[in-house]
């Protein structure tokens, strides 16, 4: 836990479960991605009468649907020919939403919204090996009310990855995640782990955070399947969604090969899908789970107030006379408090569906986020915006437009809303680039975008007061370039 100085180190025996890794394996998701597309690759040449093509340089703009089944992707932003598509018995979706949205919008397949959080990371050189060791905290910079926390893992050849997941369901529509970066940074224990050291790679993504009743309905539809963060299964309690998807995928291949051994591809073929994952522990945990995000939306006093008085005190003295301040303070709140979000967050208690907002909805225009004094810092070690898109080295095509602003005149009117508040639009502040901005055309503030700077997230999208963005798929494997992220 962090204070703004200090930090204080919880004791094993009061981590959750979830909060064991050892013996497991810090490992770059882009490496081993590549890695299971060569052993695919080299599987194939031993088995006959089957090609695998990877299609890496191609993004799936568009999804096609014949006769309400699904056929097959449009591998070009404006698919205007059959060599614009690329079609199979079965297709399987297992993107953050690009696309897969709309399969879940046609089908109506999600009665409660999916909520996001978004992670923004940074790789640095260092001074000292820190391998294999692993922080996660919580605490500063989070101190306003917002649900998230840091994260340090020590890779090999001297190189640490720095992060923090925070959820876009914020109440402070200037938020700004990269700058909250900045700020997790500037902590005295993590400029001592920095000391010396450079930056490699920044990136960002967002992580599906609603859990078991932000689930769809169904799990596949004619002709598809959903699968990882396309489906939902990210289990934010357990800090566990690459096994879940991993094992989406091993179920979904088991059942389509099924289904093409028997030369069945009717929707029926499909339906063994959702019953098996529904009995693997992917879905069985996050039922266990179901309310661990929404205690926290329930009670905001447990981030807003109770959370920073501990975070103080461990500058003060420490976190046991924080927790002890919290509960004088709030005498019979706090137990209370404590009680019910403690029963939800370990699923003691059954109370029956719930339903979340959509993200955008959440954020307060008069939110007035607390101030707290700086600690001292090293400079070097802190990067704008601007800057830290160059380390997350993207490239894009000539006439790049992946975001899609539906109504100028609506983004004129939420700028004015928010200039009137002495603050910037929720797009702008909360990019974790630097797309997003306002101009002056002909006297009139306007949005703006700077495409080019673009790493991706989709954090916009889920913030717009509006609804009047949309992120799409770049052309050409177009984007930032997240290897060794």
Partial sequence: MLGVKEKFDVPAKLCPKSFDKNGYLV???????????NQIEEKAKEVTNVTIDLFTGFSAHKVAIENERVVGVAVTENATSEDDYVYGKFTAFGDKGFISRDVVDHYKLRDCPQIWSVGVKEVWQVEENYEGKVWHTLGFPLLEGTFGGGFVYGMKDNKLTIGMVISLNSKDPNMNPQLK??????HPWIQKLLKGGKLLKYGA?????????????????????????????LDVKNLAGIDRGLECGYIAAEVMYDALLKNDTSDEALAPYQKRLEESFVVKDLYKNRYFRYAFIENDKLLREYLPDIAHSIDKSNAWIGGMKVFFKHPLGATKDGFRSLGLIEGKFDIGPISYQHDYKYIDPGFVAPKYDEPPYDKSTIYSRADAVFYSATKYHEGNQHIDEFN???????????????????????????????DI?????????????????????????????????????????FSGL
Avoid at 27 to 37: F, K
Avoid at 181 to 186: F, M, P, R, V
């Fill in 181 to 186: 970066l900045q700020e997790y940074k500037k």
């Fill in 441 to 481: 055309v002909d006297e009139i503030k306007k949005h703006g975008m700077s495409l080019e700077n673009c790493v991706h997230c989709r954090t916009c999208e889920m913030i717009c007061p509006e609804v009047n963005l949309r992120v799409k798929p770049t052309e050409q494997g177009s984007g930032p370039n």
């Fill in 27 to 37: 490992l770059s998701l882009s490496h081993v991605v590549g890695w299971m597309a």
């Fill in 408 to 438: 100028a005149d609506v983004c004129v009117k939420c700028i004015s809303t928010y200039e009137a508040l002495n603050k910037t639009t929720p797009c702008v502040a909360d990019c974790t680039a630097e797309v997003h901005r306002i």
């Fill in 205 to 233: 993504a967002l992580l599906p955070e609603g859990g078991y009743y932000s689930l769809p309905k169904k799990f596949q539809v004619p002709g598809a399947l959903l699968l990882g963060d396309a489906l939902g299964v």
